[in-house]
């Protein structure tokens, strides 16, 4: 009820910004507002001297008699740690644009190195077949060999009978 009285004073001049708690006049509502809301002494009068006030940065609560403290000193951290985080989010965008291309490089050159593999394990596919085909003719030289080494003596022997 008492607010209600409060807005109909309203009207007159005088009492427009005026605290209905501290009866002290002000030059715009803004300030009336803020002065209700910040000061210590008003907000005793209000019975709210122990109301907690939140910091829109870090979001703590603070009784009021800290609050202003704690702002000012928050304000310039949190200034900084934006600041900070900026920076550190650059650096990380460009060490992740760096570690792609990093990627990009090491997964073409295992695909190159794949072709590589490929290609030597067909030139050593052809290789086997090449060794293959030569223990083949030695094995068949050998056996050669051995014949003539068989006519040899046959020879040899008909020729101590002459
Ligand atoms: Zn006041
Ligand atoms: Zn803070």
Same mark, same amino acid.
């Given at each position: 009820m008492e607010d209600i009285k409060n807005i109909?004073?309203?009207?007159?001049?005088?009492?427009?910004?005026?605290? *209905? /708690? @501290?009866? %002290? *006049? /002000? @030059?715009? %509502?803004?300030?009336?507002?803020?002065?209700?809301?910040?000061?210590?002494?008003?907000?005793?009068?209000?019975g709210k001297s122990d109301v907690a006030i939140e910091c829109i940065n870090c979001k703590k609560t603070f009784a009021m008699q800290y609050y202003k403290q704690h702002q000012s000193k928050c304000d310039t951290i949190f200034e900084k740690t934006k600041t900070e985080q900026k920076q550190e989010l650059e650096k990380l965008n460009k060490q992740n644009e760096k570690l792609k291309n990093e990627?990009?490089?090491?997964?073409?050159?295992l695909l190159s190195s794949n072709n590589k593999i490929i290609k030597l394990t067909q030139e050593l596919e052809v290789l086997k077949n090449e060794v293959s085909q030569y223990k083949?003719?030695?094995?068949?030289?050998?056996?050669?060999?051995?014949?003539?080494?068989y006519a040899n003596e046959l020879?040899?022997?008909q020729n101590e009978k002459l």
């Open positions: 109909e004073n309203i009207d007159s001049k005088t009492s427009q910004n005026q605290c *209905e /708690f @501290c009866l %002290k *006049e /002000f @030059c715009n %509502k803004a300030t009336l507002i803020r002065h209700r809301k910040t000061t210590k002494s008003c907000l005793e009068r209000q990627l990009s490089k090491l997964k073409s050159e083949n003719n030695i094995n068949s030289l050998e056996k050669d060999n051995e014949k003539l080494k020879l040899e022997k």
